[in-house]
């Protein structure tokens, strides 16, 4: 089964702000890229996307609304503002470290992004592949371009230009008017995008990182950031995880759009491993509904449509083939562990002399007539 390439849904978050705003409906070229429609509204930044459904959406839109360099300004947003991975990049001492460590975590990003830093005399690049070795297309280039540029502006300023670029792209069709790209020295038609340095700017501090220790006190686990799927069949799960979160039941057609492939194909490639899409569908339902019924704000009904299920009846049903018990019996044996649990911690803190032990275990109280 070919790869399922996945980003996090900041990405495409940042080409629907700068769709938003110039005034730019986002929901219709949402939906025609099988994308949820509530992305800025409801979708938190980590949550997993297709990364063939974000290029479709943002080629789309830069076609049809003549923004032919969306994705440079869709790359403005600062480093800082790319959860865990960016405040690791943030934090960094010298250019060279940010970018080693850029290189290095980018794939907790985008899971076949293709970055690196490489030597030519005097000079250094900054550059970014094409992964898979599809062709890289027009907006996902400038998006990678202008994120490089924001992390090297880190260091060198938020005014510095480099004094060559390189671009996959064969023309400045739709970027003749951008002043930044106008102005640059620019080699078009290269075998990889990337930006011109001198080895001296590696060595400067990241003096121009703005809020840096607001944005590390925001994210603890620099240290820890979360992977993103590379197995095929997991990262679908993970697609159709993030769709079932926000009321949308994706069809098999969604799934093959997710990764790249026809519905036939898709089917195709699910029973080489032992398994097909309602099987996928099923499982994945279930990994959801576990935090919803163990969180307790939505009732088993509500949890049922939340998953797209046409009653409450055929989630129990499915629920209980899966999983050996109801949803009702998981919630009545999980508040029966919360009960236990909460007897435990009062008895414990009844035995540590705890201040307020008095008051919250019966046990001591009873203790003291």
């Not at 959406?57 to 865990?84: K, N, V």
């Not at 509904?289 to 163990?294: C, E, G, K, N, R």
């Not at 009846?313 to 236990?340: C, E, I, W, Y």
Request: charged content about 20%; aromatic content about 6%; some cysteine.
């Amino acid at each position: 089964m070919r790869s399922v390439p996945v980003t996090r849904a900041r990405h495409v978050g940042n080409f629907a702000n700068v769709l938003e705003s110039r005034g730019v409906p986002t929901a219709g070229y949402l939906a025609r890229s099988h994308l949820p429609v509530d992305l800025l509204e409801v979708v938190e930044g980590e949550s997993v996307l297709s990364a063939l459904n974000m290029l479709d959406f943002a080629e789309r839109a830069a076609a049809d609304t003549g923004i032919g360099d969306l994705g440079y300004w869709a790359g403005t947003a600062p480093i800082g503002a790319y959860g865990d991975f960016g405040a690791h990049v943030v934090r960094a001492p010298t250019l060279h470290a940010a970018i080693r460590t850029f290189c290095g975590a980018v794939l907790t990003e985008c899971s076949e992004a293709d970055y690196y830093l490489k030597y030519s005399g005097s000079k250094a690049w900054f550059c970014h592949g094409r992964g898979g070795g599809d062709p890289l297309q027009t907006q996902h280039e400038l998006y990678a371009l202008m994120i490089m540029m924001q992390v090297i502006r880190l260091a060198l300023g938020p005014e510095w230009n480099p004094a060559r670029i390189r671009l996959q792209r064969h023309d400045e069709k739709g970027i003749a008017d951008n002043e930044f790209l106008v102005s640059t020295n620019i080699a078009f038609g290269a075998t990889e995008t990337g930006i011109e340095l001198g080895l001296p700017d590696l060595a400067m501090p990241l003096k121009w990182a703005r809020n840096v220790d607001a944005v590390l006190d925001a994210h603890t686990s620099v240290d820890n950031m979360a992977m993103l799927p590379v197995v095929p069949v997991v990262a679908l799960q993970e697609l159709i995880a993030t769709q079932l979160r926000h009321s949308t039941s994706p069809s098999i057609e969604d799934a093959a759009a997710m990764a790249g492939v026809s519905a036939r194909t898709l089917q195709r490639q699910l029973r080489s491993k032992s398994t097909s899409f309602s099987r996928l569908v099923d499982q994945v339902r279930i990994d959801v509904a576990v935090p919803l019924l163990i969180d307790g704000a939505m009732n088993i009904t509500e949890v049922a449509y939340q998953l797209g299920y046409a009653n409450a009846a055929h989630f129990s049903r499915a629920f209980t083939r899966l999983t050996g018990m109801s949803p009702s019996h998981f919630r009545r044996l999980l508040s029966k562990q919360r009960d236990q649990w909460g007897a435990s911690e009062r008895l414990l803190l009844a035995l540590s002399g705890h201040p307020k032990s008095a008051r919250r275990c019966p046990l001591m109280t009873q203790s003291r007539h």
